[in-house]
C-alpha cells in the first residue's frame, strides 16, 4: 500500500478548492496522512472528511515562512511511512517541502499536473509548451506539488477526527513585525479560479464591466501586464510570463493583444474566449471562441444574456 | 568602523521566452543560447538599492551563476548593471541538473566566495545571498529554500520590499491572503519578485567599467565537491511538445456577438 503524506501550508474554516484537489489525489494514490502546521484546536473541523488515516500537527501553531515546517514535515514523513508527499502549488508549500527534500536527499517536483499509481509525474513546462513526466530516482519520497485545476475533486464529509501533535514547535529564527489579513475581493484567488476574466489595455482603466461579467461567473480578475503597469490593477493579478499562471476552465480576455508575454500566462487554459477591437490581436491565433468588437458593446450584451437566460 | 556587507546574487543564464524553446532528444533544455533570466535582473537591483541604502558602509555585490560556458553572458549582464565581481561554476557533470543538483552546486559555490572574500575591516562581513522569484525556465521557485537549507539559514521568499539595518533584514512578502513584515538576523537567503523594484538600465560608462571587474571560473573540484554529490533526484522519463493552440470561431460583432458568446458557451456546457 502506498502512503501519501499531504501537507497544507495554511488551513482555513473551509478546504480551498487546490486542498480539495490535493485529499482526491492523494486518495486515488494510496492512504492519505495529512500535516499542517495550524492551530492543533482549528485543525478538525475543515479536514473532517472521508478516507483521511491520520492528521498530524505541530505542538502549536507553525507559520510560514518558519523552516520548522520543515522539521515538523521530516517527523510526519518518519510517523506515516510515506512513499509522495504532497503539497499545494504555492510559494510556502514550495518552501518547506524544498526543504524536506534536501533532508530525505530525494527529488522535488513543482507544478504536476497528475500523478499516476507507479508514481510517474505529469507537469507542463516551458510555460505549457511541453509536456514532461517524470519520476524520482534513488529510495526516497516523491516530493510534489500539485497546481490547481489539476484533478477531479471528489471529497466526502466525515465526522471531525483526532489529531495527532508531533513534538515540533516553531523556531525563533525569523520574527514577525507585522501579518495583515489581505482585503477579500470575495472573488476566487486568480490561481484556483475555474472561470478566470481578464482584462488589458483595452478596458482603458475602467474595471466596472469586467467586475461586474467576473460576479456574474463567479470568476477571478486578470489581468495583462499593460493593465497592471498602468496602475488599474494591483499587480498580484497579473497573468504572464513574469506573473501568475493560470489554467482554469475558461478564461475570458477583454482587451488584451495577446502578446508572448500574456500567452505564456494562459494558454493552457480549457477553453479561451477573446474580445477585441483589433482583428490582428496575437490573441486570436489562440481563442477557442473570437470577437472582434468594442468591449463596451460586447460585455454589457453578454452579461444582460447570461441574466437573461439564468432567470 | 561599521561591518561589511557582503551579498551574493544568484542568476542564471536561461533560453529566451520571446523565441521558441525546445527540449533536446536527451529530454534536456536546449541551452545553446539565452540570455540574463529577466527575473534575475530584479535581485541586482534590490542589491544595489541596499548599497546605495548604506553610504556609510562597504558593500560588496558579487555575481554568481551555475551553468555552462555560455552564461558567462548572464554574468556580464550582471557586472554591467553594476554588481562588483562574477563567479561562474560550470562543470558537464552538472548539465540538467534540477533543483536538488543545483541548489548543491550553488551551495558550495556560495560557501566558497564568502569564505575566500577579504575585507578591510576588522569584522568580519554580514552576509546575504538575493536570488529572482524563480527561473524563466524550470519555473520552480524551489531552489533558494533548498539553498537556504544547505547552509543552514532562513529563506524568506517572494519579498517585494526589503531594507537592511546591522544585523538585520526586514522584509515584506505574501504568505497566502496575509501580508507579512518579518525581521531576520542574517546570513539569510532572500528571493524577491518583478514588483520589487524596477532595474536599471546600464550606461555605456557601467558597460565599459564592467570589462575590468573579475571573473573567476570554478569547476566542481575547485571547490572540492564531487560530481556524486550533485546528481540529479528526479529524472526526465518524456518530453512531448504540446501541439500549438489553434484558432477557432472568430466573428465581427454585427450587435450580436455579446448573445453569441453565451451560445457558445452553453453549447460547450461553460455556462
Redesign the interface.
Known sequence: MTNVLVFFDRLDEELSGAQRELLSLAGRIGAVHVVTGADPQVVPQPLSVKGIHDIYTGTGLIEPPDAALADLLETALAESHADVVLGADTPDAVDALARLAVRAETGLITSATDISPDLVVTKQVLAGAYTTTSQVTGEGPLIVTLKPNSVESVVVPGHPQEVTSLPVGPSQQTEVLASEQLPSTGRPPLTEARVVVAAGRGIDGDLSLIEELADELGAAIGASRAATDAGWIDHSAQVGQTGVTVSPQLYISVGISGAIQQKAGMQTSGTIVAINKDEDAPVFEIADFGVVGDLNEVLPQMIEEIRRRRS | MSRPVHIITLVKWVPD??L????TEQ?R?DRSEGILG??DEHPIEAALQLRESLPERSVRVSALTVGPAGASTALKKALQLGADEAFHLADDALAGA???AT?AAAAAAVQKIFETAEFDADEPAEQLILTGMSS??G????????L???LGV?????ATELSLTTGHL?VA?????????????LPAVVSVT??ANDPRYPNFKAIMAAKKKPVTTWALTDLGVAASAV????????????P??????????E????????D???K?R??
Request: glycine letters at 6%; a negative charge; aromatic letters at 4%.
Open positions: 521566452a520571446q521558441e524553446r525546445r527540449f529530454r533544455l529577466e527575473l534540477d533543483i536538488f541548489s524563466e525556465d519555473e520552480s521557485g524551489a531552489v533558494p529554500a533548498q537556504a537549507e544547505r532562513p529563506a524568506l521568499t517572494q526586514v512578502r505574501i504568505s497566502g491572503d496575509v501580508q507579512q513584515r518579518l525581521d531576520v538576523r518583478d514588483q546528481t540529479s533526484r528526479v529524472e526526465v522519463l518524456t518530453a512531448a511538445a504540446r500549438p493552440r489553434t484558432s477557432g470561431q472568430i466573428i465581427t460583432d450587435g450580436d456577438a455579446g448573445a453569441k458568446i453565451v457558445y458557451l452553453v460547450e461553460l455556462l
